[in-house]
């Protein structure tokens, strides 16, 4: 598996329960994975049910098996001050900057900087070593900005390359560069099985493709059990409300076809969201990119939900 | 920079279990039609869960106010309505759907939409949408009401105020720098400056009398707001003086001071992004100075429009955790700006009309239909041949259960001679029953949810809609989400 696992995905499709629990599910025994927020979202507290994640590095969950999940809020203007710290010991000027605007002015609204500062934050993490040469996290996750803004999110750093020419920024925004265009990195799209989100991992694919980026797995996310099909639905249809209502009273539920037909009801509509996944799954069958499944959590995606999500797919063999 | 903290802070507050409200319960107790189980049925499944009472009734929160949106799109003082929310809660989709249902109803409606989705310039007859507003065609209604709908185009919109308000050879010198080019084709927050000033435009024109305008997919549900604010603080600041500073104080006597600390400070930032790079901002800089002020202006005169009465935010959600979190902490901002609130778009609601059947009922006698247990008190064999029925005759299951399962249908098994109906009938009542459950599992953590945003914000006006199967394809789509927004709360709820 790649090094740096960056999760992507249209709104609404569970994009970062999907990093929390890949995060999660990396984290096998005696590993050590990161899981970072770039959207100032505190998504991840807010999932895991802590308090907002500072701009630090923290234990967040421990993994069956006994691996551990570290996680990390990257606040662009903070990487910025430690960045000018870092290289230039500018402690007490990088303050000044601040109070003139300037890091406002960085990372607000000069072009690309701040998300400079977020893709380097996370390869930084992925580069970072132990004294011994190890790397101090086996994996680390991103909880990307959503699938529309992907591609530019990370191939920021070619066009900050282009346009700061030479000098330390240039410098880096190349290291980083090289990192995600390598296979230490994958892309992966969390979509769900609906038209909307599945054109737009589609669409998503073919430009990340373009831009040389490496695209790693579809997520299908919240998969619903196919309780009945359309046949067996049809089949249910017509003339046997009746039939079905003494079957229900058999066991003791009673409400006749007063019962039967909002039943009926729901299952048409079943059938019909069943009729639609089939069709969406073949469109992104067509995308051509291997895929990861996960069920609907009908409780919503608490904290069991994640570590079920992350049972799952390890069984699907990540961290395998 | 200070968004964090507080999003952190309502996320806080939001996530403080609002609760007390499931657990009350007034419950279907009253009622032993459909509920009467009897003891034997309710079987192992059936851990007493709290939530379980279904998602009416339950509930020990009052009501929150039913939003109507006629009377709001009726209103020709209603002249701007924003729609607002996370990613992904069909906040463009919504925007369209009033646009459609406005138009029909007499109002003359542009919609300005910032989610570049094919889908929608579809659903409306258009092929795709650009920066200029198109006329949909196909609406209906006698009142000369029309629609036009536009998609922001950010590079465009940014170009054209520089062409408008620049002489010709600085705007092309604008328009040629790098640092230009990349700002104005989409970094972080220009789309959002965009938007405002694209909302000015269309609103400055009257040409409509009704701009529904949806927001773009940001970051944070903040940052449209902030926009404005952020530019002008951006330009008044310091920073943008200093950068322009060469220009302007070089040698002036009593400026030597300053002109220390900026090239202290243009030396550091030189290093950092490299000469080119800061000379290319300077000199954007430099030939943007005319126009900024106006920019300025502009962005202020819209964001006093948002607090003007002729215009209503509607905050979209779905009953989810995520969604409703955001729109809570929306609710609270605007109201912090003074931006009048018309109320909650909850989309995507689910209902059921058998809701008086619990999950745990439901889940408890499919397990007994799978295993073959029967405990009403016929004594007979559930189904069909047993049963003392008169209409649905044995023969017409048999036959409908056999036929029309065409293929591989894993659920309905292959009718077989005489007990072939017994276990389809079986079969498919258990099935219905197992959706059900899934349903009112899915119904009640939506009642949850919504109940906790309730209890922060009772008083924000909310409409249901009940989730569609599939997606919009065409105006007819659209005009039925209307007709949703319009019924107010979810059918069976």
Known sequence: ?320 | MTEKAGAGATGAGADTDATGVAAASAGPADDTDATGMTAAAVGPADDADPTADGPDGASGIDRAPVLELDPLLDDRGTRIIVCCGAGGVGKTTTAAALGVRAAERGRRVVVLTIDPARRLAQSMGIDSLDNTPRKVDGIKGSDGGELHAMMLDMKRTFDEIVEAHADPERARAILENPFYQSLSAGFAGTQEYMAMEKLGQLRARDEWDLIVVDTPPSRSALDFLDAPKRLGSFLDGKFIKLLMAPAKVGGRAGMKFLNVGMSMMTGTLGKLLGGQFLKDVQTFVAAMDTMFGGFRTRADATYKLLQAPGTAFLVVATPERDALREAAYFVERLAAEEMPLAGLVLNRVHGSGAARLSAERARAAAENLDEGRIVDQGGGKAGLRGSPATEPEPNELATAAAHPVPEAAPTAEPAQETDAPDVDVRHLTAGLLRLHAERMRVLSREQRTRDRFTALHPEVAVTEVAALPGDVHDLAGLRAIGDRLMAGRTPSA
Not at chain 1, 13 to 20: D, E, L, P, S
Not at chain 1, 287 to 295: A, T
């Open chain 1, 1 to 320: 598996m790649s090094r740096l696992q960056v999760v992507s995905g249209k709104g609404g499709t569970g994009k970062t329960t999907v990093a929390a629990a890949l995060a999660l599910a990396l984290a096998t025994e005696g590993k050590r994975t990161l899981l970072v927020e770039v959207e100032g979202r505190q998504g991840i507290a807010q999932l895991f049910e802590t308090e907002a994640l500072p701009y630090e590095e923290r234990k967040i969950a421990v993994a069956p098996g006994g691996g551990e999940v570290y996680a990390l809020a990257i606040d662009a203007e903070r990487a910025l001050l430690d960045y000018l710290q870092m290289f230039y010991k500018l402690g007490g000027a990088g303050r000044a900057l601040k109070k003139l605007g300037a890091i406002d002015f960085a990372t607000t609204i000069a072009p690309g900087v701040r998300d400079v500062l977020l893709t380097g934050k996370a390869c930084e993490a992925v580069r970072r070593r132990e004294k011994d040469g190890r790397p101090v996290y086996d994996h680390v996750v991103m909880d990307a900005p959503p699938t529309g803004r992907i591609t530019r999110f990370l191939n920021v750093n070619d066009e900050v390359a282009g346009l700061a020419r030479i000098g330390p920024i240039h410098n880096q925004a190349q290291a980083v560069m090289r990192v995600l265009k390598s296979p230490e990195t994958a892309v992966h799209l969390v979509t769900l099985l609906e038209e909307m989100p599945v054109q737009e991992t589609a669409d998503g694919i073919a430009e990340l493709r373009a831009a040389e980026l490496p695209v790693g797995r579809v997520v299908v996310n919240m998969v619903r059990p196919h309780v009945l099909d359309e046949a067996a639905v049809r089949a249910a249809s017509g003339d046997h409300r009746d039939a079905i209502a003494r079957t229900l009273a058999s066991v003791g539920v009673t409400g006749g076809t007063r019962l039967v037909e909002p039943l009926l009801d729901q299952a048409a509509e079943h059938a019909r969201r069943v009729e639609l996944e089939r069709a969406q799954r073949a469109v992104l069958d067509g995308v051509g990119v291997p895929s990861y499944e996960l069920p609907f959590l009908g409780d919503g995606a608490d904290i069991a939900g994640l570590y079920r999500l992350a049972k799952e797919l390890r069984k699907q063999g990540v961290g395998a």
